[in-house]
């Protein structure tokens, strides 16, 4: 048993005019009078739902329809070419055994384009009014007339309200590149010099809060609109999920379910970004999915943004993560030292106010997780720089942000600074607690005190008994010593400061 596809692509339907009636799995036991097998394929959908279950079946197959037969071998047609590959791969056999098995004579089942789509002036037609911008009937929903001739305003007014506005300072050119983005990064941007190529549709960016996703989503879309491209202008349609679920549900209350799909399908690029919000909206979900099958099948481009990998996104319907997985799947890693010194020294340049290296260093080390904040940080000494007109100093910064630092504080633990510190100067871990004042032995305790008291919340006289129940004037005396140490040893204060960085990295 054989399961081609592709024999008649473009060509020109055989066998007689009977034939090539097509029968709706649905209409079938009705027609059976039209087509001369249409009530073994009644059969055999019966038992194709049965066996997939309601979903699958609704999803893949319920659009299959009948068409000629050639001596052993069975036509079936389906609406888009996704699907007929899909329905292919993942169907074939079975469809072949099932009708060999309903009709012995059959013993080979060809999955083709439906008749209709493999027209050349149809899908001409078709690709036309998908550049067309002409608002739908419905008038609730006018669309700037604009729009269809200025390329540059598609993307903040693009078919009504359908998206949301692309924020001009999110660019490729004010994307900070390092180790942890870098691939993200090359994808969003081939994406945008070559949209559509196979193996990058879609394109999934995941990643933590504020590393970047919508930023460079942001930089695909300004990229493309502001690109003429030979074809015309291109529609990009940005939204985050919660939008698209509230654009679904709002069209179906007002009956409008029809023209949310034409305006979603219409567009050349679609972008949906925390894709994760759609986890348990099953109708919005369903809704998303035929979206992206019709526009990926059209060979427009989608761009997805979630904060994990399809892989990971439980709860996402099975048929949609792999889907999603498809295409290219980039992750946006956590921030290195060495990136977020990067983007806050080009933020502050750009801000034209100095700030001086050791305030981006101590932002840098401070603030690792999100670059949003960081950047937050960094506007808020811009702004009382400004404001003031007083320089942005080390003591100014921790003045200014204390209520950020202080939700930034790593929960760095005595016994991993004692560790690291003994296992620094070569001492042993009990020596951190012993009685022994040695300088070998008390300096290093000293500097353990000193980097508790600085990178965690604990009084000194908790600090104290985690040392071998010393006082809290001893640690007091530490933290004095080690600062003046400090001040006046760079080796020791380069030692100390390493020290912190391993800690809080
Ligand atoms: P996400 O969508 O991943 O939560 P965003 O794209 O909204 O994150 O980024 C948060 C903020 O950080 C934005 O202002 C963005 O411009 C900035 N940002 C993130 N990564 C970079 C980077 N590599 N270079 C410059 N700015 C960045
Ligand atoms: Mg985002």
């Known amino acids: 048993m054989r399961v081609t596809s592709s024999r008649h692509e473009s060509g020109v339907l055989s066998g007689a005019s009977t034939d090539t009636v097509m029968v709706r799995p649905a209409d079938a036991a009705a027609a059976s009078d039209v087509h001369p097998l249409a009530s073994h394929w009644a059969r055999i959908c019966g038992r194709l739902q049965a066996e997939v279950g309601e979903v699958e079946y609704h999803t893949w197959l319920r659009q299959m329809t009948l068409g000629p037969v050639d001596h052993d071998e069975i036509t079936l047609y389906l609406p888009t070419r996704f699907l007929r590959d899909w329905v292919r791969s993942q169907y074939g056999d079975r469809l072949g055994t099932m009708w060999n098995g309903e009709v012995a004579a059959i013993r080979r089942v060809e999955l083709m384009l439906s008749p209709e789509l493999r027209t050349p002036e149809l899908r001409a037609a078709e690709v036309k009014t998908s550049e067309l911008r002409t608002p739908p009937a419905s008038a609730a929903t006018p669309v700037a007339p604009a729009a269809t001739s200025a390329p540059a305003q598609v993307a903040a007014e693009p078919r009504g309200d359908l998206a949301a506005p692309l924020d001009p300072r999110f660019t490729f050119d004010g994307f900070v590149v390092g180790k942890p983005n870098e691939f993200a990064y090359a994808c969003a941007r081939r994406v945008a010099e070559r949209p559509s190529s196979p193996g990058f549709n879609p394109l999934f960016l995941y990643g933590g809060v504020g590393l970047g996703k919508t930023h460079l989503m942001h930089a695909v879309g300004i990229e493309l609109t502001r690109a003429a491209r030979d074809a015309g202008p291109v529609t990009v349609a940005y939204m985050s999920a919660e939008k698209f679920m509230y654009r679904f549900i709002a069209a179906i209350r007002s009956q409008q379910t029809m023209e949310f799909k034409e305006q979603l399908r219409s567009v050349d690029v679609l972008m949906i970004d925390d894709l994760q919000f759609l986890i348990g909206k099953d109708n919005t979900q369903e809704e998303f999915f035929h979206t992206f099958n019709a526009l990926v099948d059209a060979g427009k481009q989608i761009v997805v943004s979630a904060d994990k990998s399809p892989s990971d ?85 921790q003045e200014v942000l204390h209520d950020i630092l202080k939700a930034h504080d790593r929960r760095v633990t005595i016994e991993e600074i004692q560790r690291k510190v003994s296992e620094h100067w070569n001492i042993r871990l009990t020596d951190m607690s012993s009685a022994r004042r040695a300088r070998a032995v008390a300096r290093p305790r000293q500097v353990a005190m000193y980097l508790a008291k600085q990178l965690t919340s604990r009084s000194l006289p908790e600090i104290g008994r985690k040392f071998g129940n010393r006082d809290h004037t001893t640690v007091m005396h530490a933290v004095s010593r080690v600062t003046e140490l400090m001040e006046v040893d760079t080796a020791f204060a380069e030692d100390v400061e390493l020290l912190r960085r391993m800690l809080e990295s």
Request: aromatic letters at 4%.
């Open 313 to 397: 996104l439980s709860g996402l319907e099975d048929r949609l993560r792999t889907r999603l997985g498809c295409g290219m799947v980039a992750d946006l890693h956590a921030t290195t030292f060495e990136l977020r010194i990067s983007i806050l020294e080009a933020k502050a340049q750009a801000s034209g106010v100095a700030v001086p290296p050791k305030v981006l260093e101590f932002l840098a080390h401070k603030i690792t997780t999100n670059v949003r904040e960081l950047e937050g940080a960094l506007n808020r000494m811009i702004a009382h720089a400004n404001l003031f007109g007083r320089p942005v100093t080390l003591d100014a910064t």
